[in-house]
């Protein structure tokens, strides 16, 4: 147990439904981040919240969308996705923001677009 | 943006020390050198960060050259359970948040 959880573990979904990914952290961090993991590809950041205020968007498609109510949960929800948007969506969450901080990884949720 | 560069996979033997590679030859001043670690169905789990010369801790040691273009994960007489993607990442102070992630290391141990 890293103190971080993500739900669901797995979703399949068609490339006109909604839903959202929910990720949670008992650590009291700052920061919480969401990655795409794609086979055999670097980790790719995807959006940074610091203090509940979102600080990176990396040029994500709009059909992702994050969203932080408090510092300890996040959310991506998802609309119209496309059958490469299949992946491991890590959340991970840090003391601070930043490539100096620690960071804690929940377990994933596997997304398949079909 | 510092690029990384780890090699795809190794293969070592229980007992042995293991070190991997990793190649970040833009790094900037005030980046850091973190190491992740992975096994299938979990997310990274960090195992040591440093920012220049060597960095030991009681599962690992960080072996960073002067000019830090580079980076050096030395895992001491590994087991089975070592087996493992390993990560490399390159990242600033806070503030900035240009992340820099490794495409890992596919480390296999026999018995």
């Known amino acids: 147990e890293t103190g971080v959880t993500q739900t669901p573990r797995h979703l399949v979904m068609g490339m006109t439904n909604k839903k959202s990914l929910k990720c949670e952290q008992h650590l009291g961090h700052n920061a919480m981040y969401w990655y795409k993991q794609s086979a055999k590809k670097p980790l790719e950041l995807m959006f940074v919240?610091?203090?509940?205020?979102?600080?990176e968007n990396n040029s994500v498609p709009s059909r992702f969308s994050p969203e932080c109510p408090n510092s300890s949960h996040l959310f991506l929800h998802l609309h119209t996705l496309q059958p490469e948007d299949s992946a491991l969506y890590l959340c991970?969450?840090?003391?601070?923001?930043?490539?100096?901080?620690?960071?804690?990884f929940g377990p994933g949720t596997r997304l398949t677009v079909l | 943006l510092a690029k990384t560069t780890q090699p795809i996979s190794m293969d070592s033997y229980e007992g042995q020390e293991v070190n991997i590679t990793c190649s970040h030859n833009?790094?900037?001043?005030?980046?850091?050198i973190t190491w992740y670690q992975q096994f299938p169905s979990q997310g990274p789990r960090f195992i040591i960060q440093g920012y220049k010369t060597k960095v030991t801790n009681e599962v690992a040691s960080l072996f960073i050259p002067a000019d830090r273009k580079s980076s050096t994960l030395s895992l001491p007489r590994v087991s089975l359970s070592d087996t493992a993607v390993y990560y490399c990442l390159v990242g600033m102070t806070v503030g900035n948040y240009q992340l820099i992630w490794g495409a890992g290391t596919k480390l296999i141990i026999k018995p």
């Open positions: 919240y610091s203090l509940e205020e979102r600080v």
């Open positions: 833009n790094i900037a001043t005030n980046d850091y």
């Open positions: 991970a969450s840090s003391q601070l923001a930043g490539g100096r901080a620690e960071q804690f």
